[in-house]
C-alpha cells in the first residue's frame, strides 16, 4: 500500500524493518536552528536520516529569494538517492512540531515526482507517548538512484502578481493571525500581507493532541474559507514556503486536491519594494 499525505505512528511502526521504507527525521526550530540535530543525535525513530531545513530542504538565498528558497532539484534528487530513496521507496518524514517542517519535505518530494510520500502523523511526541522505539545510532545507509520526474509545479511572485486581481487564484497565508495582521513581526523586515490573501493558521489543521484533525472536519473547514474557490485556484504561502506546505498537506488529506505554492512567500514578496502589500 502506498501512503501519500498521512500515514499513523502504528503503521511506521510495523514497517521500521522494511527495506522498501525510508524515514526522515526533520524536526527544525527557526529560532535556533542547531535544535533539530541535536534531538536527532540524542535520540530518533530506529533508522531515520536527518534532514535539517536549511542545509538539505533549502537552496541558496540571495536576498530576494526568501528565507527558505527552494533546493536545486538535482542536488536535492542526488541527495535522497544517497539515502536510498528509488522509485519504489515509501518515504516517511516526521518532526515534533505538527507536521510543520515534515510537510515541507513531503511537498519537495512530490515537487520531484515521488507520490510516496507521507508525515507521520502526531509525530515525535506521539512516538514518545505510545512507547514506541527509538535509536541513537546512525542508520545504515544503501545509496540509490533518485530519478527526477514531473510533479507538483510551484508558482513564482510573477504569477501572484499577474493574479491579484482574484481571477484564478485565491492566496491563502498559513502565518499565525497577527502576523497576517501586520504585528508582531520577528521574522522578515517589512509587516503585512500580500493583497486579497485569506489567513488560515496552520496550527488550525491539528487537534488537541497535536494530530491532523479528520479528513472531514479539513474538509468542511477549506470549504467555508474558501466559499465556491475551486482547490486548483488556491496558492498557499506564508512566510518563507514552509508552514505553507502544511495548509496544502490538510488540502489533499481533505480530498480538495490540486492547490499550489509559492515557496517564495512574503519574505520574498517583500524584498522587492515595488510589490503591494496590505
Not at 518532526?95 to 510543520?100: I, K, L, S, Y
Not at 507517548?129 to 513564482?156: D, I, W
Request: with cysteine; aromatic share 8%; proline share 6%.
Amino acid at each position: 500500500m502506498e501512503y501519500g499525505t498521512l500515514v499513523s505512528t502504528d503503521v511506521v511502526a510495523e514497517h521500521l524493518s522494511d527495506p522498501n521504507w525510508v524515514i526522515c527525521d526533520c524536526r527544525h526550530d527557526l529560532m535556533d536552528i542547531n535544535a533539530g540535530r541535536r534531538a536527532y543525535e540524542e535520540s530518533h525513530l530506529p533508522g531515520a536520516h536527518f534532514l535539517h531545513l536549511d542545509e538539505d530542504l533549502s537552496g541558496v538565498k540571495t536576498g530576494q529569494n526568501g528565507r527558505h528558497p527552494l533546493p536545486e532539484p538535482e542536488s536535492l534528487a542526488a541527495k535522497l538517492g544517497r539515502l536510498g530513496i528509488n522509485d519504489a521507496t515509501q518515504v516517511i518524514a516526521y518532526d515534533a512540531q505538527g507536521g510543520v517542517f515534515a510537510a515541507r519535505l513531503w511537498w519537495l518530494l512530490r515537487w520531484l515526482g515521488h507520490a510516496a510520500v507521507a508525515v507521520m502523523d502526531g509525530g515525535v511526541p506521539q512516538w514518545i507517548a505510545e512507547r514506541k522505539p527509538l535509536a541513537k545510532e546512525p542508520p545504515s545507509v544503501r545509496p540509490a538512484l533518485f530519478e527526477r520526474r514531473p510533479g507538483v509545479l510551484p508558482v513564482n511572485a510573477t504569477f501572484v502578481l499577474t493574479h491579484l486581481d482574484g481571477k484564478g487564484m485565491q492566496l491563502v497565508d498559513a502565518r499565525s493571525p497577527d502576523r497576517f495582521a501586520g504585528q508582531n513581526e520577528t521574522l522578515d523586515p517589512v509587516a503585512g500581507h500580500i493583497p486579497t490573501a485569506l489567513n488560515r493558521f496552520f496550527k488550525l489543521n491539528l487537534d488537541e493532541q497535536g494530530r491532523f484533525k479528520s479528513s472531514n472536519v479539513l474538509h468542511d473547514e477549506f470549504a467555508a474559507l474558501l466559499a465556491d474557490r475551486s482547490p486548483k485556484e488556491v496558492v498557499h504561502q506564508c512566510g518563507s514556503g514552509v508552514t505553507a506546505c502544511h495548509n496544502l498537506l490538510a488540502m489533499e488529506h481533505a480530498g480538495l486536491a490540486g492547490s499550489r505554492l509559492y515557496p517564495g512567500s512574503w519574505s520574498e514578496w517583500c524584498a522587492d519594494s515595488g510589490r503591494p502589500i496590505a
